[in-house]
């Protein structure tokens, strides 16, 4: 999808040097959107999903894209790097005036949706296979459509833009699945963790915006694991957050609960 599709590119203040640590949010410039850019993609979305390429953590940290979400920041010699790649591809030019830069193309179309959400389902799961992401973040918007960053051992972002419904979906399939097992007889959380086929941790973080920054809110943890066929489930001890106790899913199933977790 190219930037004339979307109406024009997505003109950025420069970024702030800084990066938050986990559960924090960085400060940043606001993008500003071309008019009709949003109702435009949302109607595309709505036909199908809406691909927008692959990128590196460097490559989204030097346009502020994904950033409240990197776990650290990359280096000034490869920030350096990334943005003389993302120039020579003609995806990040000098805007109208020295204080601005103007993200094109499909990238800029992501820097628009990141900084509009609200919200982030951010899934990391253990015991993946070559091939498949062991990481994805859902950002939903208001038009119950959703951007999706898909992350792969090698550390590439692919994103796109899909209906809520089918992400989620999507979302349910990766995740641990199997009979759901008596909450009861998990003794011992962490030993089951340890040698589980495979495990998944949910985390649902809520934001609210002060000025350009957005800032992390109140989060939810949901922690799945599989053995031996069964699925056990998890949630965080309200009382010491570093403990897990063992949940029961109440004859809902997966999607169903990350539907809750979003509500």
Avoid at 233 to 244: C, G, I, N, T, Y
């Amino acid at each position: 999808m190219s930037d004339t599709a979307a109406n024009g590119p997505v003109e950025s203040a420069p970024r702030q040097d800084r990066m938050s640590g986990p559960g924090q949010a960085a400060g940043r410039g606001q993008a500003a959107v071309p008019e009709g850019l949003v109702s435009a993609v949302v109607h595309l979305v709505n036909t199908g999903p809406v691909l927008l390429g692959a990128y590196t953590a460097a490559e989204l940290a030097a346009v502020d894209a994904i950033v409240d979400f990197l776990e650290t920041r990359p280096s000034d010699d490869v920030l350096a790097e990334a943005v003389r790649s993302l120039a020579a591809r003609q995806l990040l030019v000098a805007g109208a005036s020295g204080q601005q830069v103007q993200v094109r193309g499909d990238l800029g179309i992501a820097v628009a949706f990141q900084q509009r959400a609200q919200m982030v389902l951010d899934a990391r799961s253990a015991g993946t296979v070559p091939g498949e992401p062991w990481r994805i973040l859902l950002l939903p918007q208001p038009e119950r459509i959703c951007l999706m960053v898909r992350i792969d051992a090698l550390g590439v972002h692919e994103l796109g833009l899909y209906k809520l419904d089918e992400a989620l979906r999507f979302l349910a399939d990766w995740l641990p699945r199997g009979e759901e097992a008596d909450s009861g007889t998990a003794a011992d959380s962490d030993a089951l963790l340890a040698s589980s086929e495979r495990s998944a941790l949910i985390t649902v973080t809520r934001y609210t915006t002060e000025g350009s920054a957005e800032i992390a809110g109140d989060s939810t943890d949901l922690i799945l694991a599989r053995q031996n066929g069964r699925l056990h489930v998890f949630s965080r001890e309200p009382a010491d957050r570093a403990a897990l106790v063992p949940r029961a899913l109440d004859g809902k199933d997966i999607r169903e609960t990350l539907i809750r977790m979003l509500g």
